[in-house]
């Protein structure tokens, strides 16, 4: 439903700007900013109040211009405020901010289980320094290796040495950037512990309702396990269900992920939706008594908040529960509010309780894909108009989620790196059996046990998951079932949503000028990326790797590579730091050696640990270096020291002549450090990879 004038969607032209401040603010976020804000807040303030008060005498319904950019400029401040407001780095109490031998800290949410380890994240509560205890604030991420942390619950209170540490940034290039991940969520500091290390002090100690729903949630994952055999089946049913994504193995994560059907393993807003169908189907009868309307919407509405709650209140579920709550309340009262509108202030609710939230992908996928089904979903629908009703009937699904996959395609890419070929097909396979995974699940949590009525929705759930997984499962076998290695930039992210703008909104005005802005803007997208093609596909480079306890060489040559590593192409390591530098880099066939291998290859060769790669050369001192006087140097570009050679730079310098060192991350702190004590001695170049970015170098 495309808004004919801006008039019907006031509150999405009012978000506009206030989006824009928080984006401003995220980026430009220190306190500093915070005074000359405010007055300038202030000032917009007293400016529009003055305006109105004196509407009349000033003529200013001759300049309304002047009201609208009043309120604009407004919002646009009260997102930047907000945005700083919520920064925790900018209150003067943060933990980072105070002296603590120890720290107090409440744990704030459930603690994961993942390879032995359990990480949570907790509220520091007090800093601690020579007994002396000091209020703090701020989030901490917490790690513990100990079998006995299982028992740690929310709410927990624990004492911990203030040993923290920053965050590490991304090491290596197109690697994942999980210290900006965890900022947007207000977390700058990390902390590893073993056992002997934190005291639990208090327990039950966060907040009532939500510790109730996380505990009532254990206790239906446990009732779902009880009856469920299949481990994946039980995983899928825990997070599709109850929002807990604990145990969700990777191959069923890459099985939905690669058919363009994650979204279902996020409870959002098609799961609010059923529950809240099937709440106003149950409390129908209410609409019969005196103020029963009202009473139905009360319970409806505090059921699904406590949904949410039991969920985790993800961006999804807020979004959806806001929108519902507000549909709730209009019908109630025989309101009619614009679905833009709702969507709108679903937005500006949640923004305003937490800025960051603009920066969740989940949130922004979310949001996305509800308005394209609002504004882009009739247009698609029109594309075709069929007599038979069952065509027509399996048409509007199709139009629904191809007018989410396209609004949200650019998004996705950007992220994601991948496009799902099949999507149509597997969107339209899910509904039914996501349907009856929801409400089987549902009555089989909800009721108590009974005698075959229990086992057989359990049975029911459990064979409906199953047959979903493997009918998944199956696309993704299929050739061409994703289109990968997708690496936009943010020009080109945004190019991409110009495009779809131009060509839909075409589609529904036929203005002949939308059209030929579509072209022109495809031609501009199409350059941008052959330049880009281009300048991959002449480069030649040699990236030394910093992979931390293991070595990551690659060799670049136009659209191939050879990876020097000690790490296989399964390695979880390897996906998370060298996989996502190939596919950036366009890399189509890549072959990987052991460092201790020989290599012969059109553009590289490595004999023991000389390599010559085009007109660039590398020598690997190891700790199996022999140190043997020869009557001749040996030259090379790029000294390669790793694996902690007990062996100083002088005797090295004998028998080699270079221009750079380079030591990588496997080395140990001390090794590192007497390297770059000789290095600067010597006045030699040297890079240390060691908690240092990647060391990339040009070919010719």
């Not at 679905?339 to 979310?366: C, E, M």
Request: hydrophobic share 50%; aromatic share 14%.
């Amino acid at each position: 439903m495309i808004a004919n004038h801006k008039g019907e969607i006031p509150v999405v032209i009012l978000l506009l700007p206030f989006l824009l401040g928080i984006s401003i603010g995220i980026h430009f976020s220190s306190g500093i900013y915070l005074m000359p804000l405010a007055v300038g807040f202030t000032s917009l303030l007293i400016l529009f109040l003055l305006l109105n008060f004196y509407y009349n005498r000033f003529k200013v319904y001759k300049k309304r211009w002047l009201g609208g950019i009043t309120i604009h400029l407004l919002l646009f401040l009260a997102g930047w405020i907000a945005a700083i407001n919520n920064n925790e780095l900018n209150s003067p109490r943060h933990f980072s901010k105070l002296p603590a031998q120890t720290l107090l800290v409440r744990i704030n949410n459930e603690p994961q289980i993942k390879n032995g380890l359990i990480r949570f994240t907790a509220n520091v509560v007090a800093s601690i320094n020579q007994k002396q205890p000091a209020v703090a604030t701020g989030t901490l991420m917490i790690t513990i290796k100990d079998s006995s942390a299982i028992k740690l619950a929310y709410g927990d209170e624990l004492i911990i040495p203030g040993k923290y540490t920053p965050i590490d940034p991304p090491f290596n290039p197109a690697e994942f950037s999980y210290k900006k991940y965890m900022a947007h969520q207000n977390i700058y500091y990390q902390e590893f512990l073993y056992p002997g290390q934190y005291r639990l002090v208090q327990s039950h100690a966060g907040n009532v309702f939500i510790a109730n729903a996380l505990a009532l949630r254990r206790e239906m994952v446990q009732k779902l396990k009880q009856q469920l055999h299949d481990p994946n089946a039980i995983a899928v049913a825990s997070t599709l269900i109850l929002g807990y994504k604990a145990d969700l193995s990777e191959d069923v994560l890459q099985a939905y992920s690669k058919t363009g059907t994650i979204h279902v393993l996020s409870v959002s807003g098609a799961h609010v939706a059923i529950i809240w169908a099937l709440l106003a189907f149950m409390l129908n009868f209410l609409n019969r008594f005196r103020h029963g309307r009202v009473v139905r919407a009360i319970i409806i509405i505090l059921i699904i908040w406590y949904y949410a709650m039991l969920t985790g209140f993800s961006p999804a579920v807020c979004r959806a529960a806001v929108m519902i709550s507000t549909v709730i309340i209009g019908k109630t009262y025989n309101r009619y509010i614009n679905n833009l509108n709702i969507l709108a202030i679903s937005a500006f609710i949640l923004l305003l309780y937490n800025p960051l939230l603009i920066t969740d992908v989940g949130f922004q996928l979310s949001y996305l894909a509800v308005a394209g089904l609002v504004v882009l979903q009739p247009v698609v629908y029109a594309w075709f108009t069929f007599n038979n009703n069952w065509v027509d009937k399996i048409w509007l699904p199709c139009s629904v989620s191809i007018a989410a996959q396209v609004i949200t395609f650019p998004l996705s890419a950007f992220y994601f790196h991948q496009f799902p070929v099949y999507f149509l097909f597997s969107n339209l396979f899910i509904i039914i059996p996501t349907a009856v995974i929801m409400y089987s699940g549902i009555f089989y949590l909800l009721l108590p046990q009974i005698p075959f009525v229990s086992a057989g929705l359990a049975w029911l759930l459990e064979k409906t998951i199953l047959l979903m997984n493997y009918v998944l499962a199956s696309v993704e076998q299929l050739p061409f079932a994703s289109i990968s290695k997708i690496w936009l930039t943010a020009t080109e992210y945004l190019l991409l949503y110009a495009i779809i703008i131009c060509v839909f909104y075409f589609l529904y005005d036929r203005k002949a000028w939308l059209l030929r802005a579509g072209i022109a803007l495809v031609f501009i997208f199409a350059v941008s990326i052959s330049i880009k093609r281009y300048r991959s596909y002449s480069t030649n480079s040699i990236a030394f790797l910093n992979l931390r306890k293991n070595t990551g060489i690659v060799f670049k040559s136009s659209n191939h590579a050879i990876i020097l590593t000690n790490l296989a192409d399964t390695d979880k390591n390897y996906n998370y730091s060298i996989r996502p530098y190939l596919d950036s880099c366009k890399i189509s066939d890549a072959i990987l050696y052991k460092p201790d291998q020989e290599i012969r290859s059109a553009f590289l060769k490595k004999q023991g640990d000389f390599i010559q790669f085009r007109d660039q050369s590398v020598a690997i001192i190891n700790k199996s270096f022999i140190d043997t006087l020869s009557n001749i140097k040996l030259k090379t570009d790029y000294l390669y020291i790793t694996e902690n050679p007990k062996i100083s730079l002088a005797i090295i310098n004998k028998n080699h002549e270079y221009h750079t060192i380079i030591i990588d991350a496997t080395n140990a702190p001390k090794t590192v450090q007497l390297i770059v004590d000789q290095a600067r001695a010597q006045h030699v170049n040297y890079v240390a990879l060691k908690r240092n970015k990647s060391f990339i170098t040009a070919s010719n």
